[in-house]
């Protein structure tokens, strides 16, 4: 069955709206109507507090509360790697935001366009996206879901400690917890579940790849297509290579001497341990890298490498979209990159794999221009962009969606690129 991103429902009566005030049966949310037309409801809990004990475990059901909340106020955000703690960023940060025409009814559910965010799984990229402007565009025919998922350590911390105590893959499992309460609830604030369509941009797009491809391509029912920009590609590690980034922080917190280190890190005052939450170089690197942490095979969420399960067929089959920008990399490679040696240094900083043939493989495809110096910037900036840019964003959605177009129908795959 074809489906499309924001087909919708017309000709939606007031009748029997959807009121403000929700009852989720943990707790109820009194939203706000807009003059716009919209309904919101911002700061909702998706899943318990991953705080204490459940600092590096897998989301668990809200707590029940009996109050009514007023849902005028954004929750806080996730802790994100190298960034001081806040008023506005917590461990606790698991909430969403719906957005819903105030005319939309449960008995004419609308479809729903479920957002990810990006910040390569280290940081919240963009929590408080307004899904107003998405609900006007497709006039007052969708409904919009939004939220944070935890990152850095908090989200994708592994090791063989993590593996027996905690559990792995924890941003990836909150994305779920967020889909399966999608399922469960978004009918009471006028949305179909069964017409739920994935957005996302950079690790919000790589979050979607990885989704389909979640515990051996399992369909469990919980989206129905996908919408992927910019998908940002990075190495995906076993429990064992990552056991490094485990034991290094289990160093620079001081809880190496003891004898439990998972129930000393989970001990430890947030703001601590955020103030040792820094990127470290990868194994056979000089620098750390823009991403450390990532999305680790642990057999369970994420079964495979994810060109190998592609490969292999083993993903959702659902339509698609897939698409990149021009001039991907031009944001995150030093500006000052100026000799060939600089710009190998950067690329393995990212990618410490790659082998000294493939860099000059790499440095053949893409030629210094040293008549296409870019203003103000290195002599190699260009160059090291460009190679940067197609290998994490370009490339691997253009191979995803090859895969697509060889095993779906070509009317449920699309490609774009904005230049």
Not at 77 to 94: Q, V
Not at 134 to 146: A, F, G, P, R
Request: neutral net charge; glycine residues 10%; aromatic residues 10%.
């Amino acid at each position: 069955m074809r489906s499309s991103i924001f087909a919708g429902l017309v000709g939606v009566s007031a009748v029997g709206a959807v009121k403000p005030l929700v009852d989720v049966s943990y707790s109820k949310y009194q939203g706000v109507s807009l003059e716009n037309g919209i309904t919101q409801w911002l700061g909702v809990r998706f899943a318990a507090p991953p705080v204490g004990n459940l600092r590096f475990a897998a989301p668990q059901d809200p707590v029940k509360n009996k109050t009514t909340i007023v849902a005028d106020t954004f929750g806080n955000t996730c802790l994100g790697t190298g960034s001081a703690a806040s008023n506005t960023s917590s461990e606790d940060c698991l909430f969403m935001n719906i957005y819903a025409p105030s005319n939309a009814t449960t008995g004419h559910p609308l479809p729903v366009y479920f957002f990810i965010q990006g910040g390569g799984f280290n940081t919240n990229s963009n929590p408080n996206y307004n899904g107003t402007g998405l609900i006007e565009s497709s006039n007052h025919n969708i409904i919009v879901v939004n939220f944070n998922y935890r990152v850095g350590p908090y989200g994708f911390l592994a090791s063989e400690e993590i593996t027996k105590g905690g559990s792995t893959n924890n941003g990836l499992k909150d994305q779920i917890k967020a889909l399966q309460w999608v399922q469960k609830n978004i009918r009471k604030f006028g949305g179909d579940p069964d017409h739920v369509v994935l957005g996302g941009a950079s690790a919000g797009a790589a979050s979607i790849t990885l989704l389909l491809t979640a515990h051996n391509g399992r369909n469990d029912g919980l989206f129905h297509a996908t919408a992927a920009e910019s998908q940002s590609f990075a190495a995906v590690r076993s429990i064992n290579e990552s056991q490094y980034m485990y034991d290094n922080l289990v160093i620079r917190t001081g809880c190496v001497d003891s004898k439990d280190t998972l129930a000393c890190l989970r001990g430890l005052n947030a703001t601590y341990l955020q103030s040792k939450n820094i990127n470290t170089p990868f194994p056979g690197a000089q620098n750390p890298p823009l991403y450390m942490y990532g999305p680790t095979l642990d057999n369970d969420v994420v079964s495979d490498l994810t060109m190998s399960a592609y490969r292999k067929g083993n993903f959702i089959k659902l339509p698609a979209i897939y698409g990149d920008d021009t001039n991907e990399g031009t944001v995150f490679v030093p500006a000052n990159t100026s000799s060939i040696g600089e710009s190998n240094t950067f690329l393995k900083d990212q990618f410490p794999l790659l082998t000294t043939p493939q860099l000059k493989q790499i440095n053949a495809l893409y030629p210094n221009n040293a008549s296409n110096v870019f203003p103000n910037s290195g002599a190699w900036w260009r160059q090291a962009s460009d190679a940067y840019g197609e290998l994490r964003y370009n490339c691997p959605g253009i191979n995803v969606s090859d895969i697509y177009a060889a095993t779906l129908s070509r009317k449920d795959i699309w490609n774009y690129h904005w230049d």
